[in-house]
């Protein structure tokens, strides 16, 4: 896919800015990638979205392989019905909306037409959290709380256009429903190749001992960065990844968390029912006791606004997770 | 043995007799319980003798197989009628009927699709047509002429989401989708909660070919059945008029024809009614 063609078929929002960048390299529309080249070995894969699919980056698929592609306009319940028909045919849908739509409004449809049967559905959900401007009405930022609830879903968070496409891989392998977090458009590329993404299990990128940072999603690319300036601070900063909201890497977590001396756990996503919930759920249920500190979206609803001043507004950058953890010592 | 009538060959008869024998097998399930969705169950009981005994495509035997015509029961709790079709079918044992609704039973009183020959969970109201959608787009993909027979209901049509698949439907032009719209005129709350009327015109303006007949009438019902196999590039409506209870005058004339308790020997006596009258008619 080129990227003049690409451009072709793509605007943003209503003038929003791209929800991530920062000078880093970056990866045009890496899900969209994968999932088309995906679609030349694996026939039985197929694409949905509900008038999204400029927004979503799944337009290189639907270019590829317009017989495997239905957009079923604005009717978020439909796509999840229609995704479930599909698969009981045999086929592997990826259908993609915003996540606002994929979890408030076709939850009913996620629960019960997906998950209780165990189809194998991938939702891949964009703007999850803080990742556009455009406010409450569009801001998916309880939506991994909504998801956890639901038995037998996968659920991931990824943090950089590398762990997308290996994630994209990995959830068309895995028999199951999937819901996955889209960071879309110009993605950076944070991870150093040869990365490894596998469902359920997390990843320690950085060694620490003072404090173990615990992240999700963006919030890791901010996470290592505020890593390397707190060491200039004298403050060793180790950190995990956990991509893979469920199932939870507990053992990971409870063996890193027992590691440093302080924990703070930092994602896209307000910080009730979250990464934060889990990690403290984890450490209680494994008998360790210790202040976690929560870096996340507090438990309202955002503003419209430019993405990097919500962003900085709400403490999810690198210069606020340094900050927070500069005070605690 | 592979069901699939070629169309003109129904014996309408036969089909009544198995109508007949689906209320039958209803009447002892509900009294398993003493009770069930029976009004429902006996209201749709002759559109199900038609799918399963002259135009649905499918082998007992082979319930996986990928050409097979799939019939989706959106409204889960009409499982009473399904089980009872189902056993006829002989995709379920005749002898397990009576397990209906008493726990660790597979007859569940609305359906999970962990039961054979069950193509979905029924029950949360407004799902079968999405999904009926997705499983005709599949059949598309797949090059197959298998069709797909969605029950929903009046009360049903409710639900938005009935209307965003019917929209779907016909922009997709899936002429092998056949939804079948039991209007009985019963929801949850009593008769005609909400009105939906005029029924047909609203298929008709969401693009679907669309037909209306006595949803108890065998010769209509095959006859409309056969009309649906035309391909013309649009999904087929039939809006079966059904009248609750249909069979058992005790249950037509209650007013709690939506879910129907009653005590064992009460159950007795309609049987008893029942194989009378029945027996008298054949």
């Given at each position: 896919?080129?990227?003049?063609?690409?451009?072709?078929?793509?605007?943003?929002?209503?003038?929003?800015?791209?929800?991530?960048?920062?000078?880093?390299?970056?990866?045009?529309?890496?899900?969209?990638?994968?999932?088309?080249?995906?679609?030349?070995?694996?026939?039985?894969?197929?694409?949905?979205?509900?008038?999204?699919?400029?927004?979503?980056?799944?337009?290189?698929?639907?270019?590829?392989?317009?017989?495997?592609?239905?957009?079923?306009?604005?009717?978020?319940?439909?796509?999840?019905?229609?995704?479930?028909?599909?698969?009981?045919?045999?086929?592997?849908?990826?259908?993609?909306?915003?996540?606002?739509?994929?979890?408030?409004?076709?939850?009913?449809?996620?629960?019960?037409?997906?998950?209780?049967?165990?189809?194998?559905?991938?939702?891949?959900?964009?703007?999850?959290g803080?990742?556009?401007?455009?406010?409450?009405?569009?801001?998916?930022i309880e939506?991994l709380a909504?998801?956890r609830?639901?038995?037998?879903?996968?659920?991931?968070d990824?943090?950089?256009?590398?762990?997308?496409?290996?994630?994209?891989?990995?959830?068309?392998?895995?028999?199951?429903?999937?819901?996955?977090?889209?960071?879309?458009?110009?993605?950076?590329?944070?991870?150093?190749?040869?990365?490894?993404?596998?469902?359920?299990?997390?990843?320690?990128?950085?060694?620490?001992?003072?404090?173990g940072i615990i992240s999700t999603g963006?919030m890791?690319?901010?996470a290592?960065?505020?890593?390397?300036?707190?060491?200039?601070?004298?403050?060793?900063?180790?950190?995990l990844?956990v991509?893979?909201i469920?199932?939870f890497?507990?053992?990971?977590v409870?063996?890193?968390s027992?590691?440093?001396?302080r924990i703070v756990t930092a994602e896209n996503h307000v910080v009730v029912g979250g990464l934060a919930s889990l990690v403290v759920e984890t450490l209680f249920?494994?008998?360790?006791?210790k202040k976690v500190t929560r870096i996340g979206l507090p438990d309202?609803?955002?503003?419209?606004?430019?993405?990097?001043?919500?962003?900085?507004?709400?403490g999810l950058?690198?210069?606020?997770i340094?900050?927070k953890?500069?005070?605690?010592? | 043995?592979?069901?699939?009538?070629?169309?003109?060959?129904?014996?309408?008869?036969?089909?009544?007799?198995?109508?007949?024998?689906?209320?039958?097998?209803?009447?002892?399930?509900?009294?398993?319980?003493?009770?069930?969705?029976?009004?429902?169950?006996?209201?749709?009981?002759?559109?199900?003798?038609?799918?399963?005994?002259?135009?649905?495509?499918?082998?007992?035997?082979?319930?996986?197989?990928?050409?097979?015509?799939?019939?989706?029961?959106?409204?889960?709790?009409?499982?009473?009628?399904?089980?009872?079709?189902?056993?006829?079918?002989?995709?379920?044992?005749?002898?397990?009927?009576?397990?209906?609704?008493?726990?660790?039973?597979?007859?569940?009183?609305?359906?999970?699709?962990?039961?054979?020959?069950?193509?979905?969970?029924?029950?949360?109201?407004?799902?079968?047509?999405?999904?009926?959608?997705?499983?005709?787009?599949?059949?598309?993909?797949?090059?197959?002429?298998?069709?797909?027979?969605?029950?929903?209901?009046?009360?049903?049509?409710?639900?938005?989401?009935?209307?965003?698949?019917?929209?779907?439907?016909?922009?997709?032009?899936?002429?092998?989708?056949?939804?079948?719209?039991?209007?009985?005129?019963?929801?949850?709350?009593?008769?005609?909660?909400?009105?939906?009327?005029?029924?047909?015109?609203?298929?008709?303006?969401?693009?679907?070919?669309?037909?209306?007949?006595?949803?108890?009438?065998?010769?209509?019902?095959?006859?409309?059945?056969?009309?649906?196999?035309?391909?013309?590039?649009?999904?087929?409506?039939?809006?079966?008029?059904?009248?609750?209870?249909?069979?058992?005058?005790?249950?037509?004339?209650?007013?709690?024809?939506?879910?129907?308790?009653?005590?064992?020997?009460?159950?007795?006596?309609?049987?008893?009614?029942?194989?009378?009258?029945?027996?008298?008619?054949?």
């Amino acid at each position: 896919m080129s990227g003049a063609a690409m451009e072709a078929g793509r605007t943003l929002a209503m003038g929003q800015d791209e929800a991530v960048g920062g000078g880093r390299q970056s990866v045009e529309a890496p899900f969209g990638r994968a999932l088309a080249r995906l679609g030349k070995s694996r026939p039985d894969i197929v694409g949905l979205t509900a008038d999204l699919g400029k927004y979503t980056d799944i337009l290189p698929f639907r270019d590829a392989f317009p017989e495997r592609f239905f957009n079923v306009g604005m009717a978020e319940q439909n796509l999840v019905a229609v995704a479930a028909g599909l698969a009981r045919t045999g086929k592997v849908p990826f259908a993609t909306t915003y996540g606002v739509f994929a979890t408030r409004r076709a939850y009913d449809f996620v629960a019960i037409a997906l998950a209780h049967s165990n189809l194998d559905v991938k939702i891949v959900a964009g703007l999850p959290g803080l990742t556009t401007g455009y406010g409450g009405t569009h801001q998916a930022i309880e939506d991994l709380a909504l998801m956890r609830m639901i038995p037998g879903l996968t659920i991931i968070d990824p943090c950089d256009a590398t762990e997308i496409e290996a994630a994209t891989e990995a959830i068309a392998e895995h028999r199951g429903p999937v819901y996955m977090r889209l960071l879309r458009g110009s993605v950076p590329v944070v991870f150093e190749p040869g990365y490894r993404f596998e469902i359920g299990k997390a990843r320690r990128l950085r060694e620490g001992s003072d404090v173990g940072i615990i992240s999700t999603g963006f919030m890791t690319e901010r996470a290592l960065d505020a890593a390397d300036a707190l060491r200039k601070l004298g403050i060793s900063a180790g950190v995990l990844h956990v991509p893979t909201i469920k199932p939870f890497d507990a053992k990971a977590v409870t063996e890193f968390s027992a590691s440093v001396d302080r924990i703070v756990t930092a994602e896209n996503h307000v910080v009730v029912g979250g990464l934060a919930s889990l990690v403290v759920e984890t450490l209680f249920d494994a008998g360790i006791a210790k202040k976690v500190t929560r870096i996340g979206l507090p438990d309202r609803y955002i503003e419209c606004g430019a993405v990097p001043t919500l962003q900085a507004k709400y403490g999810l950058t690198t210069e606020a997770i340094v900050a927070k953890i500069a005070a605690l010592s | 043995m592979l069901r699939n009538s070629p169309p003109g060959t129904a014996d309408i008869g036969a089909l009544e007799r198995k109508a007949t024998q689906l209320r039958r097998h209803m009447l002892t399930m509900a009294r398993g319980q003493g009770q069930g969705y029976i009004g429902q169950g006996l209201g749709i009981a002759d559109a199900l003798a038609a799918l399963y005994f002259h135009e649905l495509r499918y082998d007992p035997h082979n319930l996986d197989w990928s050409d097979r015509d799939r019939f989706l029961l959106s409204t889960g709790h009409y499982s009473i009628a399904l089980w009872a079709a189902l056993a006829e079918a002989g995709i379920l044992p005749i002898e397990e009927l009576v397990t209906y609704g008493a726990d660790n039973s597979r007859l569940e009183m609305s359906t999970l699709d962990t039961t054979p020959g069950v193509e979905m969970i029924g029950g949360s109201l407004g799902h079968g047509l999405g999904q009926g959608v997705g499983q005709a787009l599949g059949l598309r993909v797949d090059k197959s002429d298998a069709r797909v027979f969605v029950e929903l209901s009046d009360g049903e049509m409710q639900e938005g989401s009935t209307w965003e698949a019917a929209m779907s439907a016909s922009h997709f032009k899936l002429d092998g989708l056949v939804a079948l719209i039991d209007c009985n005129g019963i929801q949850a709350d009593g008769p005609v909660v909400l009105d939906m009327e005029p029924v047909a015109d609203k298929w008709r303006a969401f693009g679907w070919e669309t037909f209306e007949i006595n949803g108890n009438d065998m010769t209509a019902i095959v006859g409309v059945l056969a009309d649906a196999r035309n391909s013309n590039g649009k999904p087929k409506a039939i809006v079966l008029r059904t009248l609750p209870g249909k069979g058992v005058p005790r249950i037509e004339t209650s007013e709690k024809s939506h879910f129907f308790r009653i005590d064992v020997a009460q159950w007795d006596g309609i049987i008893a009614e029942f194989d009378k009258t029945v027996g008298a008619a054949q």
